[in-house]
């Protein structure tokens, strides 16, 4: 579905006329997914086009939903690209060519842990099992939190360098806050009753998703709420992404920092340059999640390599397979989980055993403890094995279904028969599991970047602003022709000196554009400031007959009294 909806939005990119196209290729570069506000707007330059026809092709971008708003408090508009048209932008915008590096030429730094979802996983199989209970001040005990630390792959050390804002820093340790936060984010968890409880309709539809697809939510809601607040960084974090990354080979990461984009013309770019340990800050952190490895050639250049093809693992066109294989009981009682066994069976395998390693090949315990934290969170001993017996591919060796018997007698003679913590331990309700549109929207992106979040990360753009899908009226922005002399705009001719620069003037105050001649030659002229004594007037200058679009088209000029020629006000 998603890479159907890629399909369509890159057709109606294709159908942008080329004024729209320009203005909206020029708003990505300058701000990403950044928001930005009218006096920003105003501000844009755009090669060839003056600032009416700027404010004309950003409502037509507004209206066809490549840009959007929200709006403040005392009434103003903030204005943003939707995050989900940000991949489709960087494959039409950002052709950012960079070329891989030999496998022998690169000493491997850090390999990807076992990844992120993994360790939501394991968090949400501890919810399950323990009663998580939280103080007075709405955190989590110590001990839970030591706890998770333990629990999850991720370290504090692949989080540095991102400087996180999110409540209670001072009790939680960054690399747990994330995990709680892609919890609270995704609604498998919640806060209820003084305890951080399963969402377990949320986590059936979760549960029913394959590891990719996983994958694939994690890593956008990750660059939708930890990207530090910047244009340039934004940038940086599509760029590794591109469709040219191939999965396995090894890419230079200072390539992909540089804007890549000259400043237009009458104006620079803002924001400061990437460095190096820019890149290895957020590459740390996807190399903590299990999506990339870090290297480094004998130079010491910064390299790293994606585990998997990001545009296939984005875009949801790679294999996405659920998975249907059982698993294995061994005699030692250590219970093997391929890596194809769905994870709604992984998830009650989980939660009546202890587990052992997280790998290609999962690995559980049956130990006699795990069976009693089972059955006082409310999973028998006859559920235990009814479902080893239904999902176990070559059955119960005999000495293990002695054992299980021998526990479960043990267990109903001490009473430990507690209502269950998790309802629906083992989700079995298929109708819910494949329940289709709740799922589908459940785990869709916010509808933009700034929306209110029940995660623990402030993301750095973040504000809860209400959606402005109001437009100005086109009237509004075309100057009123009634007020200029009609033939300023009919007529290519010669005016007297004075006439000419209240003609010049009249054209900077519009946003107007003019044609004159400068040299014998007719020109395009956008004037961008003036100045009074004495009297000029500076702006770009255009060959309008000039086939190329390249930012060295237009010359800055600054034009004193005489200087042209004939002239004519251009009014789209």
């Known amino acids: 579905m998603m890479e159907q909806q890629d399909v369509t939005e890159v057709i109606s990119l294709d159908r942008l006329l080329p004024k729209e196209r320009s203005v909206l290729h020029h708003i990505w570069t300058r701000f990403a997914g950044q928001r930005f506000d009218d006096d920003k707007l105003r501000s844009l330059r755009v090669r060839r086009l003056s600032g009416v026809e700027v404010q004309l092709a950003f409502l037509s971008l507004r209206q066809q939903r490549w840009v959007q708003a929200v709006k403040q408090g005392w009434g103003e508009r903030l204005y943003f690209i939707p995050f989900d048209k940000l991949q489709i932008l960087q494959e039409a915008f950002g052709g950012l060519e960079a070329g891989s590096a030999p496998a022998a030429a690169v000493k491997?730094?850090?390999?990807?842990?076992?990844?992120?979802?993994?360790?939501?996983?394991?968090?949400?199989?501890?919810i399950a099992k323990n009663r998580v209970a939280m103080t007075g001040k709405g955190v989590l005990h110590k001990k839970f939190i030591q706890k998770l630390g333990s629990v999850v792959g991720l370290t504090p050390s692949d989080v540095e360098g991102l400087a996180l804002q999110y409540d209670h820093a001072d009790v939680y340790p960054?690399?747990?806050?994330?995990?709680?936060?892609?919890?609270?984010?995704?609604?498998?968890?919640?806060?209820?009753?003084?305890?951080?409880r399963l969402n377990m309709t949320a986590l059936r539809h979760w549960l029913a998703l394959s590891r990719e697809a996983m994958d694939r939510l994690v890593l956008l809601r990750m660059m939708q709420r930890y990207v530090p607040g910047s244009a340039e960084y934004q940038h940086f974090t599509w760029r590794i992404c591109h469709s040219s990354r191939i999965g396995g080979m090894w890419y230079y990461a200072r390539p992909m920092l540089a804007n890549g984009v000259e400043p237009l013309i009458g104006e620079s770019l803002s924001g400061r340059e990437l460095s190096a340990e820019d890149a290895a800050s957020w590459l740390r952190l996807l190399t903590g999640c299990g999506y990339t490895d870090l290297g480094m050639d004998h130079d010491g250049q910064f390299l790293f390599r994606w585990r998997m093809d990001p545009y296939s693992l984005l875009s949801g066109s790679g294999q996405d397979d659920t998975g249907s294989s059982g698993l294995f009981i061994q005699p030692d009682f250590d219970i093997l989980i391929p890596p194809d066994v769905p994870y709604t069976v992984k998830f009650t395998a989980a939660c009546c055993t202890e587990r052992f390693s997280d790998d290609v090949m999962t690995v559980y315990r049956l130990t006699r403890d795990s069976v009693a934290q089972a059955a006082t969170a409310g999973m028998g001993l006859e559920a235990i094995m009814a479902f080893f017996t239904e999902y176990a591919a070559a059955g119960i060796p005999e000495n293990v279904y002695a054992a299980l018997r021998q526990w479960g007698k043990e267990f109903e003679s001490a009473g430990k028969n507690e209502s269950l913590r998790y309802a629906g331990a083992a989700p079995k309700d298929e109708t819910a599991i494949g329940a289709g549109d709740e799922g589908d929207n459940r785990f869709a992106l916010s509808v933009y970047p700034g929306s209110p979040s029940c995660g623990l990360i402030r993301p750095a753009h973040e504000l809860a602003l209400e959606m402005d899908d109001s437009l100005p009226d086109k009237a509004s922005i075309v100057p009123d022709l009634n007020r200029i002399p009609i033939m300023w705009t009919r007529d290519w001719?010669?005016?007297?000196?004075?006439?000419?620069?209240?003609?010049?003037?009249?054209?900077?105050?519009?946003?107007?554009?003019?044609?004159?001649?400068?040299?014998?030659?007719?020109?395009?002229?956008?004037?961008?400031?003036?100045?009074?004594q004495p009297w000029k007037i500076s702006g770009a200058l255009y060959d309008p007959d000039s086939d190329t679009d390249s930012e060295m088209t237009g010359t800055v000029v600054q034009l004193g009294e005489g200087e042209w020629k004939e002239m004519r006000l251009v009014i789209p």
Do not use: C, W
């Open 108 to 126: 491997l730094q850090q390999e990807g842990r076992s990844g992120i979802a993994v360790d939501m996983f394991n968090v949400l199989v501890y």
């Open 174 to 196: 960054p690399h747990v806050a994330i995990v709680l936060d892609l919890l609270f984010s995704l609604e498998l968890v919640a806060l209820e009753q003084g305890e951080l």
């Open 493 to 532: 001719r010669s005016y007297h000196g004075s006439t000419a620069k209240q003609m010049m003037e009249q054209a900077l105050e519009l946003s107007a554009k003019l044609e004159i001649a400068v040299d014998g030659s007719r020109m395009e002229f956008i004037p961008f400031q003036l100045e009074r």
